[in-house]
Nanobody, 123 residues
């Protein structure tokens, strides 16, 4: 139901925009999160946006470089990434939850997950 896209290979300092589209449901029902994971590591919270789009949250490592947004009418959530660094290399996942906003950083609270899109940043 969640389809993520937009990943790819980019040089350090470059930009990418990830998209996540929900089908079969109304994205406006959900807090939407972005997570990332590298092999052998835990899935890490990156960003989240509340149902109406008025509140956003970011992990410290991406503040000022990543922007999460949503267009509920299009059932799509975006993650704009600028000034990318090699340490941003990971598979990025979008996810949906109806859990309270205060639980937005916990992967276990998300019900639906996309298949992930790979972001590779070369130095």
């Amino acid at each position: 139901q969640l389809q993520a896209s937009g990943g790819g290979l980019v040089q350090a300092g470059g930009s990418l925009r990830l998209s996540c589209t929900l089908s079969g449901d109304f994205v406006s029902r959900y807090v939407m999160g972005w997570f990332r994971q590298t092999p052998g590591e835990e899935r890490e919270f990156v960003a989240a946006i509340n149902k109406g789009g008025g509140s956003t949250s970011y992990v410290d490592a991406v503040k000022g470089r990543f922007t999460v947004s949503r267009v509920n009418a299009e059932s799509t959530v975006y993650l704009q990434m600028i000034s990318l660094k090699p340490e941003d290399t990971a598979r990025y996942y979008c996810a949906a939850t109806t859990a309270p906003w205060g639980l937005r950083e916990s992967p276990s609270r998300y019900y639906y997950w996309g298949q992930g899109t790979l972001v590779t940043v070369s130095s």
